[in-house]
């Protein structure tokens, strides 16, 4: 029976006349695996993202730009970019020297470290944000000290950063950790057997041949720091103009049947979004440049 | 070339290659360094500057277009009377949340919440205020009441009228989550309080609120997501909103052609305020938030009130424009509920009434 199948679906002819080709599927599943993937991108990334423009500029360019240049609008974008530009280099730093760790020794516990790297994936970022409510709140374990002493950490800036620290956290260390295990510890070895001290090695050898790797997960850390929303949602305080990151802007304006001003603040965090992907395909054709050169 | 001369050159030019890689690393490190320090002193300035006096009002979700209109007249009488300039900032979400913000640490000068309840928790969990903190502003400190109406879409076309028509099968019901939002509270005791009166029994009143309940397709946690579930995303055939919510909505959206509709009978809703004490007195903020406060009682903020469809406290001014607002039976939560404190306990605290129903 499967011998018969087998002879009518098959058509050796055929097979033998087709240019050699890496897949040997016809041209239809071809065509209908490339539709679907553009029909899919088209639908769930193209249309909300011409929907945010589309939205944000329907009573025109005048009130998108009242929009975007109002005074809270302002202060969620300074805030927004507060946040990123504290909570990516940190993570750049502590991401860089977890994976160097990880990948490059063996030391007792280090299953540990990996699980507690990924802590922030596994939890939900409302949750994150409640432990800092639960440590720094004024009924939490540091509260009554804090305001003893007068700090502030959350309903303000150092908590929004905080939060924001902590659910990017993982990025640039997940990121690193597969790339330097693959590419082992030969050439430092190498390295140092030629006379160059730790530092060296790191920032001659290792660097190097983790930037790309660096890069992307600098971008990932990037975008999600910048469009954070649960976990500092929950440390906000939601105070207008003074601890309203952009999402949350957007979600209050939204909240006001200000849409036009919610779509013009959201279109600016796409706006970012882009800007970072913009320079990521310029780093990497600069890169490819200085190699052809 | 002897592999001395190529090792020499092949480190001469690696080591050229970096030192350049590496300035220009070092310049774009010092560019990337000078203006984030530009932007956190930016930031710091805007702390440090001006010596304005900041108040912080934490408020419910309904309240949002009455202070943007009320601050600004306030910071004007405020600088006419002293000459400091005064900036009040907002914060708004479910009033239960917001109270919840505030005993955490949220940094309030003045709580003006949508129950008593949710300003009692400042005094009982925090000891943020006097146990006798609604004694200190007439009105038992509420400067506007309001009432529950319902909104319904164009032409009524489920043929709402009252509470009873709610419980109907196939009627859509919009409420918020009573667990946080204040709003939702008082249109649940509404419905209680009209059970109670129609039915009899404390009993037929549970059974008449349950199968209300069981209509709601969805519970907001405040009372603004339920009206953007209602009107923006077209879900449900009737909202139960604050009388003030409902107008605005029916302004907002005047295209869809929304109606009010004026149950028989609902609740007199009190939303208090307070000044609290905690955090002013650390602050030093005590004579402006309480002059705050005070301005919400005087004739140009009861006027105010009346713009944004709160019904004034001052007996003068209702009287004044008695027409804007309809006269229907309302019950008040003390008569009705023996207050907050005992309405609170049985019914949303955890495993009260409302648990039992929801949970069925």
Redesign the interface.
């Known amino acids: 029976m499967a011998v018969v199948v087998t002879s009518t679906f098959v058509k050796p002819r055929l097979m033998a006349e087709a240019p050699l080709r890496a897949t040997q599927d016809p041209r239809w599943v071809r065509w209908l695996l490339t539709g679907t993937a553009l029909v899919f991108l088209a639908f769930f990334l193209l249309l909300p993202l011409v929907a945010v423009f589309g939205e944000a500029l329907r009573r025109g360019l005048g009130a998108y730009f009242a929009a975007v240049g109002d005074a809270d609008a302002l202060a969620s974008v ?1 805030l927004t ?2 946040a990123a ?1 504290i909570s990516v280099p940190a993570n750049v730093v502590f991401g860089v020297a977890a994976a160097w760790c990880i990948a490059k020794y063996s030391f007792r516990g280090k299953s540990l470290l990996i699980t507690l790297i990924d802590l922030p994936f596994a939890v939900s970022p409302v949750i994150s944000g409640l432990i800092y ?1 639960l440590v ?5 374990w540091l ?1 009554p000290w804090l ?1 003893e002493h ?1 700090v ?1 950490i ?2 303000a800036v150092p908590g929004i950063v905080l939060a924001t620290t902590f659910v990017t956290f993982p990025f640039v260390a997940r990121e690193l950790i597969p790339l330097m295990q693959a590419q082992g510890s030969e050439e430092e070895y190498a390295a140092i057997t030629l006379g160059a001290n730790g530092w060296q090695a790191f920032w ?1 050898v290792t660097l190097p041949n983790i930037k790309w790797g660096l890069l992307y997960g600098v971008i990932l850390c990037n975008a999600r720091a910048m469009g954070e929303f649960g976990a500092v949602s929950v440390v906000s ?6 601890t309203n990151t952009m999402p949350l802007h957007v979600e ?1 304006l ?4 200000n849409f036009v001003g919610a779509f013009a603040v959201a279109s600016l965090l796409a706006l970012l979004a882009l800007v970072t992907l913009v320079l990521k395909s310029i780093v990497e054709w600069r890169h490819a440049q200085a190699h052809a050169a | 070339m002897n592999p001395r001369a190529y090792c020499t050159k092949f480190w001469a030019n690696t080591a050229s290659r ?1 030192s350049q890689c590496a300035r220009l690393i070092f310049t774009q490190v010092k560019k990337l360094f000078s203006f ?1 320090f530009a ?2 002193a ?2 710091f300035s805007t702390f440090s500057s001006a010596k304005t006096i900041e108040l ?1 009002n934490v408020s419910y ?1 309904p309240t ?2 009455f202070y943007a209109d009320l601050n600004p007249a306030f910071a004007a009488h405020w600088k006419a009377k002293t000459g400091d300039t005064l900036i009040v ?5 479910g009033s239960g949340k917001q109270a919840r ?1 505030v ?5 309030a000068d003045v709580v003006t919440l949508a129950l008593a309840a949710d300003i009692d928790a400042l005094h009982e ?2 000891q943020l205020i006097p146990r006798d903190w609604q004694k200190r502003l007439p009105y038992n400190a509420s400067p506007y009441t309001s009432t529950i109406v319902f909104l319904v879409r164009k032409g009524n076309p489920k043929a709402i009228k009252d509470w009873g028509d709610l419980v109907k099968p196939g009627v859509l019901v919009i409420t918020p989550n009573p667990k946080t939002s204040g709003g939702a509270r008082w249109n649940y005791l509404a419905a209680w309080a009209y059970a109670r009166r129609h039915k009899g029994s404390e009993a037929d009143a549970q059974k008449f609120v349950g199968s209300l309940y069981k209509n709601v397709p969805v519970l907001d946690s405040g009372a ?2 339920s009206t ?1 579930t209602f009107a ?1 995303r077209g879900i449900g055939d009737v909202l139960l909103a604050w009388e003030n919510e409902a107008h605005l909505a029916r302004k ?2 005047h295209a869809e052609g929304y109606e009010i509709i004026v149950p028989s009978l609902s609740i007199l809703a009190e939303p208090p305020v307070c000044v609290v004490d905690k955090n002013v007195k ?1 602050k030093a903020t005590q004579a402006v938030a309480q002059a705050y406060l005070e301005y919400l009682f005087s004739n140009e903020a009861q006027h105010i009130a009346v713009r944004h469809f709160f019904r004034p406290s001052s007996p003068a001014i209702a009287l004044k424009y008695a027409q804007h607002f309809p006269q229907l039976e309302l019950v008040s939560i003390d008569a009705e509920f023996g207050g907050w404190t005992q309405a609170q306990k049985t019914h949303f605290a955890d495993g009260g009434v409302f648990d039992q129903i929801y949970a069925r």
Do not use: C, M, P, W
Not at chain 1, 136 to 140: K, L, P, R, V
């Open positions: 300074k970019l507060i530009l409510v720094f709140g004024a009924q939490g509260g305001i007068d502030k959350i309903f001659r305080g939601h105070i207008r103009g003074e209050i939204y909240n006001e049947y | 970096y984030s932007l956190l930016f930031f912080l979700d949002r277009e900032k907002q914060s708004h979400g913000g005993i955490d640490g949220l940094q969990h925090a603004r997501g953007t923006q907002e959206f650390k």
